[in-house]
């Protein structure tokens, strides 16, 4: 449910990626949980890479040339209690984060290779089933930053800060078919210390259709929708006109 990737972090607000929920991420690990106890592994890996950088306006900024690649590989391990409260389900999950990114920006100095882990999460859910098929949950979880961020270093894996997120789901899930859902979420910022810098709270819409063709093999998609409700604040100074606004398919 906690979504991190690693890519550049600048003074810049939000930026895509630099950000502890990538929308879209999370959409495969939300929903019906494994019918029995014990303990789950699962990896998500993937490779990106960006040649525009867009203003606030959405559109592309011809001041900046931007070059970047990478990859993020996001290791789950989900533990799922015995037992139940009243038909609620509980599943306790750790997000464990490793990416690698190379950027460059030719006018600005927001350059470099970097590799290592991101921030880490920790994610709390119940879940209870109506009907078989409808699952409906909720989730808290935190993202925590270490040592590995540096202000003064031009590109991070981490982005200084850790973000509290409080989630809702609804999944429709037949295992011989479809599997359809939708989870809702806010993301409260905690400050930069190392900066001073607030990046403003976060809701986000995630979203998920997948079918299974046979027991072994599902088709699909995922996507997720990310806008940022509350402007930046560098020390005591709103910064306007830069709230994120994203969308993934």
Sequence with gaps: LTGVAGTVSTGMAAEPGAMNWG???PATFFGALPPVPGVFMVNQTGYFSASRYNGSDGNR?????LDQKGAASITRILGIWPGDLDGWRFASQVVLPFAYNN????????????????NLGLVQTANYIVDNYHNI?????YAAHTSSYSASRGVNLQNGYSTVDAAVHYDYFDPTGWDFGVLVGYHYNNRNA??????????????????????KLKIGGFGGFLVQIEDDEAGSTKVSGKRYKGFNF
């Design 194 to 215: 190392a900066t001073d810098y607030l990046s403003g709270d976060l809701f986000s819409t995630d979203f998920k259709v997948t079918y299974a063709v046979t027991d």
């Design 137 to 141: 949950g909720v989730s808290l979880g």
């Design 23 to 25: 929308p879209g991420a």
């Design 61 to 65: 900024n011809p001041l900046f040339d």
């Design 103 to 118: 950027v460059d920006f030719e006018n600005i100095p927001v350059s470099g290779e970097v590799d290592g882990f991101g």
